[in-house]
């Protein structure tokens, strides 16, 4: 099948893009091109079982470098693959998936998050923007990374420029190069400072941990590298604030689900974190390259050519998520979800794989969080709450405006 480049309809239709394709030729698979590389964008629960396993496809040289110099930084885990990748992601495993450390972090965010909201009676907010800065206070200080009260308006608005402005050009793609500049060079600083023992600090946390870890090879992460990785803990994290700000698009749009999130039951909250990142636009699709010449649903993938898992349209797929442009938090109760099925933040074992390994630390930072804002006493003023698809990171224009009485 011919394979035409498909850059500029990626721009001008973003998470559109590859459903759109899909359903003009009937099939989940999608052969095409962009920036002159040979395409194949797949979708659907052994779509993303064929993308996990790296016989078929590997994360090396595949993430391009614009995304590398704003999201992931250069050196990141996400640039790994066999023993580098399992031995680095075990740091981040063993970091982000303690059920004690998940813990401490929701202790963090939700004592931060009441300190803010009693400052935010009689104002008018701007949901992201106040989440972000309750995250980034509590993810910080959670990993161990000194920082000031002072310090947090820039520090978040770097957190978030980084994520913003990986997936385009023009100016968000450069304040996203700077923030990441300067905050590896912060970060950088740090580890060298608690390796010459001229910065203490929590013995277990996230800084000493990566300060300390040695690489597949049995050497010290270069400080910028453990810096980069550093970004990717906090980073991350603080992209949470979307799905908080996607949260309040929700009660605004849907209010009858206010009372039954701010009751606090944590089944019900789960859910309403899990159908937030669902429906939601975020990451559009993930991918990597072929490391030999092979085939998936008829189609060839030559050596080196790159596969898509299309995340957008795999949780928007009707055989996966009946009515799936409805939101319907209730679609998850009782609901056992499976591995390859909702990937959101990607699939498979993110212990072993390349999925996120923060995921539990999203969904339980979310469900906590988002009862929290159902207990906000506000009025939504008129605003731009449209959500335009081609814009990667979608986001409610508003950024979602609350009057907190």
């Known amino acids: 099948m011919a394979r035409l480049e498909n850059g500029l309809q990626l721009l001008t239709r973003g998470y559109g893009w590859l459903p759109d394709k899909r359903r003009q030729l009937g ?21 993303a079982r064929f993308l996990y396993d790296e016989e078929h496809v590997r994360r090396a040289r595949a993430i391009p470098e614009p995304v590398q110099a704003t999201l992931f930084g250069k050196g990141a885990v996400h640039t790994l693959d066999g023993e580098m990748h399992r031995v680095r992601k075990a740091m981040f495993v063993a970091l982000l998936m303690r059920e004690d450390g998940i813990a401490a972090l929701v202790e963090h ?113 270069d400080p910028r590298v453990a810096a980069v990785e550093l970004l990717n803990i906090i980073r991350p994290t603080t992209a949470v604030a979307w799905f908080l700000a996607f949260s309040g698009h929700a009660l605004i749009r849907w209010p009858e689900y206010r009372d039954r999130l701010a009751s606090g039951d944590p089944t019900f909250a789960e859910a309403w974190a899990h159908e937030v990142r669902r429906y939601y636009p975020f990451a559009p699709f993930i991918g990597g390259r072929a490391p030999e010449e092979t085939s998936y649903d008829g189609e060839r993938i030559p050596k080196n050519s790159m596969v898509l898992l299309d995340l957008y349209g795999q949780n928007h797929d009707a055989e996966l998520w009946p009515d ?9 109760l009782d609901r056992e979800i499976g591995e390859f099925e909702l990937v959101p ?22 469900s906590a969080l988002a009862v929290r804002l159902a207990r906000v006493e506000f009025d939504a003023p008129e605003q731009d709450l449209g959500i335009a698809l081609h814009r990667i990171p979608a986001r409610p224009d508003s950024g979602v405006l609350l009057d907190v009485r």
């Open 109 to 221: 965010a939700t004592g931060a998050w009441d300190d803010a909201a009693a400052g935010w009676r009689g104002h008018r907010i701007v949901l992201l923007d106040e989440s972000a800065q309750v995250i980034a206070g509590s993810v910080c200080r959670w990993a161990g990374v000194p920082v000031d009260d002072d310090e947090l308006p820039a520090l978040a608005r770097d957190l978030v420029s980084m994520v913003d402005g990986f997936a385009t050009g023009g100016p968000r793609h450069w304040r996203a190069r700077k923030a990441r500049a300067r905050r590896e060079a912060w970060l950088s600083q740090l580890v060298t400072d608690v390796r010459s023992g001229a910065v203490t600090v929590p013995a277990g946390s996230a800084v000493d941990v990566v300060a300390r870890h040695t690489d597949a090879g049995g050497e010290q992460l």
């Open 27 to 47: 099939r989940r698979t999608v052969p095409t091109r962009l920036g002159g590389l040979k395409v194949l964008a797949i979708e659907g629960p052994e779509a």
């Open 324 to 332: 799936p442009y409805e939101f319907r938090p209730e679609r998850f």
């Open 345 to 366: 933040q990607g699939g498979g074992d993110p212990r072993t794989n390349h999925r996120c390994p923060g995921e539990q630390l999203t969904v339980s930072l979310l």
